[in-house]
């Protein structure tokens, strides 16, 4: 285990930020802002034990964990007062000069695991680099690469 040097909390070994305030563990990521900029992706911790998702998203400051609620749909945008529940507001992470629509995509759980659908989203879905269709769905893995317009994020998940 790997104590967080802000917050106590006891992390995996090989985590690279913190499960608990989100702050970088080690300092060997260099922050990735522009999304040309990206030469290769984070190394991420090794996959969790009990059944997790969550995404981690880079940012100016540099990577910054969002832990969705397993088992249960949810739809990834920006503030939408309409928006149903279950909508994860990106907004924190500069969603709307990064082109992410109000309800851009959604992550569902079926039988072959959490899954990744484009729901009509203006600047596009990508998965692994590849621009989804309207209503595509990929099944997403540890590891893989998803991308909401310009808001890149990395998949963690069992």
Do not use: W
């Not at 279950?86 to 995509?105: C, E, M, P, T, Y």
Request: proline share 7%; aromatic share 6%; charged share 25%.
């Amino acid at each position: 285990m790997k104590a967080c040097g802000y917050c106590g909390e006891d992390n995996r070994e090989g985590s690279l930020v913190c499960r608990s305030c989100g702050k970088l563990l080690r300092q060997t990521l260099s922050v990735i802002h522009v999304l040309h900029e990206i030469k290769n992706k984070p190394q991420l911790p090794p996959p969790p034990t009990r059944p997790e998702l969550t995404l981690m998203i880079l940012i100016s400051q540099g990577v910054k964990p969002l832990t969705l609620p397993y088992g249960e749909r949810v739809t990834l945008g920006r503030f939408d007062p309409e928006s149903q529940l279950n909508h994860i507001d990106l907004d924190l992470f500069d969603a709307l000069k990064s082109g992410v629509s109000r309800i851009h995509a959604a992550i569902e759980y079926m039988p072959e695991g959490p899954t990744l659908t484009d729901l009509k989203s203006t600047n596009g879905t990508y998965f692994n680099g590849e621009r989804l269709e309207t209503h595509e769905t990929q099944i997403l893995r540890y590891g893989d690469e998803v991308r909401l317009g310009k808001l890149v994020m990395y998949i963690y998940t069992q």
